[in-house]
C-alpha cells in the first residue's frame, strides 16, 4: 500500500460566503443546476436571489432520500439542462445525490453544506438508500469536489443542535487515525495515511478542545464568532480529510453496531460517533486524563456520555451485544484496533463507557448537592 491523501479542490468559508457561487460557476464552466430541499429553497436561496440575477442558476428539488430513483430523475435533470456543475444545498443526503449524479455525468460538483453536522461534505464517497432509507451502498467518486462552499450565517442558524453532532463526528477522528497510525491499516482512499493526514487529524481534536465550548453557546444565539467558524473547519474541513486520508477505527464501528438497535435511530449519526469514541478510550487503554479530557468535552459542549442519553435507558447486557457483534463484523473498521478485538471486549467497553458516564454525572449532581 502507498501513503494516501485525498483533499477537495477548493475550500471557501465566512459569513456571506455563498454570494460567491455565481462566480464559482462562471469559473468552473457554463451552466449551474442547484440540487435543494424545499428548505433551503424558502429559507436559503431569496436571500441570494438578487445578487444572483443574471447568474440564473435553476433549482431541481430534492425528493428527501439518496436512492436509485431519485439519482436516475437529477442525471436526467442535468441532461435535459445540459448542465455541467451541479450544486448540491443541503445536508448529508442531498450532498450525497449531487455527488453521485455529477460523477455519473462526468461533471463538476460544488457542496454547500446548510448544517455542520458530519464530515462528509469534502470526502468523495456518498451513501446510497433504498426508496425506503435502508442503507444499501457507499459509492465512490472519481475525485473529491471540485469546490466545498460554506456560508458560516447558514450554520449559525440551523439548530445547534447540528453542530454538536457534527463534533461528535470529529472527535472521533484523532482517536480512529491514531489508532491506523498503530497498526498501518488501510485509511478510506485505500492507502497508507500521510503525516499530513495525521497532523490535520490531530488539529481536528485540539481544536475541539479549545474552541467547542464557545462555538456551541454562539450557535445557540445563532452568532457568527470566530471559535464558531474554528469548529465549523474542524466539523466539516479538518474532520473530513481526517477521517478519509487517515482511516476508522472503533468509534464509527460502534456507530455502525448501534444502528442496529432501533431505539437509537432518532440520535444524529455524529451522536452516536461520540459514544462510540468513549468505548473505544476503554477498548484501546487510553491513558486516563485522555479520558477525563474527553468525557469533559462531551459534556460541556452536550454530547451523550451515557446510553440512556442515545436512546438505552436501562442496557441490558444481551441486549447491547447485538451491537457489540455488528460492530465486529469482519469489515469494519474496528479491526484497525491493535490486538484481536472481540463482540466481548466491545461489549464491556461500551458498558464500561456507559458506567463511567453515569458516575461522573452522579459526581456532579452530588458536588452541586
Ligand atoms: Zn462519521
Redesign the pocket.
Given at each position: 500500500m502507498f501513503l494516501k491523501a485525498v483533499f477537495p479542490g477548493k475550500y471557501i468559508q465566512g459569513e456571506g460566503a455563498l454570494g460567491e457561487l455565481p462566480q464559482l460557476v462562471r469559473l468552473l464552466g457554463k451552466k449551474g443546476l442547484i440540487l435543494t430541499s424545499p428548505t433551503g429553497r424558502e429559507k436559503i436561496l431569496p436571500a441570494y436571489a438578487d445578487r444572483w440575477k443574471e447568474a440564473a442558476l435553476p433549482v431541481e428539488l430534492f425528493r428527501g432520500e439518496c436512492c436509485e430513483a431519485e439519482l436516475g430523475r437529477l442525471v436526467e435533470r442535468i441532461r435535459q439542462e445540459e448542465a455541467d456543475i451541479v450544486i448540491g444545498m443541503g445536508g448529508g443526503k442531498v450532498i450525497d445525490t449531487a455527488k453521485i449524479a455529477a460523477d455519473r455525468t462526468g461533471i463538476q460538483v460544488i457542496i454547500v453544506p446548510t448544517i455542520a453536522s458530519?464530515?462528509a461534505p469534502c470526502s468523495g464517497c456518498a451513501v446510497i438508500y433504498s426508496e425506503s432509507g435502508v442503507f444499501e451502498a457507499v459509492a465512490y467518486q472519481k475525485m473529491n469536489p471540485q469546490v466545498v462552499l460554506v456560508d458560516s450565517r447558514i450554520i449559525a442558524d440551523a439548530p445547534s443542535r447540528f453542530l454538536v453532532a457534527g463534533m461528535g463526528?470529529a472527535l472521533a477522528t484523532w482517536f480512529e487515525a491514531e489508532s491506523c497510525r498503530r497498526t498501518q491499516s488501510s485509511n478510506e482512499c485505500a492507502g497508507i495515511s500521510t503525516l499530513t493526514g495525521l497532523a490535520l487529524a490531530r488539529l481536528c481534536y485540539d481544536t475541539l478542545m479549545t474552541y467547542g465550548h464557545s462555538a456551541r453557546i454562539a450557535c445557540e444565539n445563532h452568532l457568527v464568532t470566530a471559535a464558531l467558524d474554528h469548529i465549523i473547519e474542524a466539523n466539516i474541513l479538518l474532520s473530513g480529510i481526517g477521517?478519509e486520508s487517515s482511516g476508522l477505527a472503533a468509534a464509527?464501528s460502534v456507530h455502525n453496531g448501534l444502528t442496529a438497535l432501533e431505539e437509537t435511530h432518532s440520535c444524529y449519526?455524529g451522536e452516536k460517533?461520540a459514544f462510540g469514541t468513549l468505548t473505544g478510550l476503554f477498548l484501546t487503554d487510553a491513558a486516563p486524563r485522555q479520558i477525563e479530557e474527553v468525557y469533559g468535552f462531551c459534556e460541556r459542549v452536550g454530547l451523550p456520555t451515557t446510553l440512556a442519553q442515545i436512546g438505552l435507558p436501562n442496557p441490558d447486557r444481551s441486549h447491547i451485544r447485538m451491537a457489540a457483534e455488528k460492530a465486529c463484523a469482519p469489515a469494519e473498521g474496528i479491526h484497525h484496533e491493535a490486538g484481536r478485538i472481540t463482540p466481548e471486549k466491545v461489549l464491556d467497553a461500551m458498558l464500561m463507557a456507559d458506567s463511567f458516564g453515569k458516575s461522573r454525572s452522579r459526581a456532579h449532581r452530588g458536588f452541586e448537592g
Amino acid at each position: 500500500m502507498f501513503l494516501k491523501a485525498v483533499f477537495p479542490g477548493k475550500y471557501i468559508q465566512g459569513e456571506g460566503a455563498l454570494g460567491e457561487l455565481p462566480q464559482l460557476v462562471r469559473l468552473l464552466g457554463k451552466k449551474g443546476l442547484i440540487l435543494t430541499s424545499p428548505t433551503g429553497r424558502e429559507k436559503i436561496l431569496p436571500a441570494y436571489a438578487d445578487r444572483w440575477k443574471e447568474a440564473a442558476l435553476p433549482v431541481e428539488l430534492f425528493r428527501g432520500e439518496c436512492c436509485e430513483a431519485e439519482l436516475g430523475r437529477l442525471v436526467e435533470r442535468i441532461r435535459q439542462e445540459e448542465a455541467d456543475i451541479v450544486i448540491g444545498m443541503g445536508g448529508g443526503k442531498v450532498i450525497d445525490t449531487a455527488k453521485i449524479a455529477a460523477d455519473r455525468t462526468g461533471i463538476q460538483v460544488i457542496i454547500v453544506p446548510t448544517i455542520a453536522s458530519t464530515d462528509a461534505p469534502c470526502s468523495g464517497c456518498a451513501v446510497i438508500y433504498s426508496e425506503s432509507g435502508v442503507f444499501e451502498a457507499v459509492a465512490y467518486q472519481k475525485m473529491n469536489p471540485q469546490v466545498v462552499l460554506v456560508d458560516s450565517r447558514i450554520i449559525a442558524d440551523a439548530p445547534s443542535r447540528f453542530l454538536v453532532a457534527g463534533m461528535g463526528d470529529a472527535l472521533a477522528t484523532w482517536f480512529e487515525a491514531e489508532s491506523c497510525r498503530r497498526t498501518q491499516s488501510s485509511n478510506e482512499c485505500a492507502g497508507i495515511s500521510t503525516l499530513t493526514g495525521l497532523a490535520l487529524a490531530r488539529l481536528c481534536y485540539d481544536t475541539l478542545m479549545t474552541y467547542g465550548h464557545s462555538a456551541r453557546i454562539a450557535c445557540e444565539n445563532h452568532l457568527v464568532t470566530a471559535a464558531l467558524d474554528h469548529i465549523i473547519e474542524a466539523n466539516i474541513l479538518l474532520s473530513g480529510i481526517g477521517f478519509e486520508s487517515s482511516g476508522l477505527a472503533a468509534a464509527h464501528s460502534v456507530h455502525n453496531g448501534l444502528t442496529a438497535l432501533e431505539e437509537t435511530h432518532s440520535c444524529y449519526h455524529g451522536e452516536k460517533v461520540a459514544f462510540g469514541t468513549l468505548t473505544g478510550l476503554f477498548l484501546t487503554d487510553a491513558a486516563p486524563r485522555q479520558i477525563e479530557e474527553v468525557y469533559g468535552f462531551c459534556e460541556r459542549v452536550g454530547l451523550p456520555t451515557t446510553l440512556a442519553q442515545i436512546g438505552l435507558p436501562n442496557p441490558d447486557r444481551s441486549h447491547i451485544r447485538m451491537a457489540a457483534e455488528k460492530a465486529c463484523a469482519p469489515a469494519e473498521g474496528i479491526h484497525h484496533e491493535a490486538g484481536r478485538i472481540t463482540p466481548e471486549k466491545v461489549l464491556d467497553a461500551m458498558l464500561m463507557a456507559d458506567s463511567f458516564g453515569k458516575s461522573r454525572s452522579r459526581a456532579h449532581r452530588g458536588f452541586e448537592g
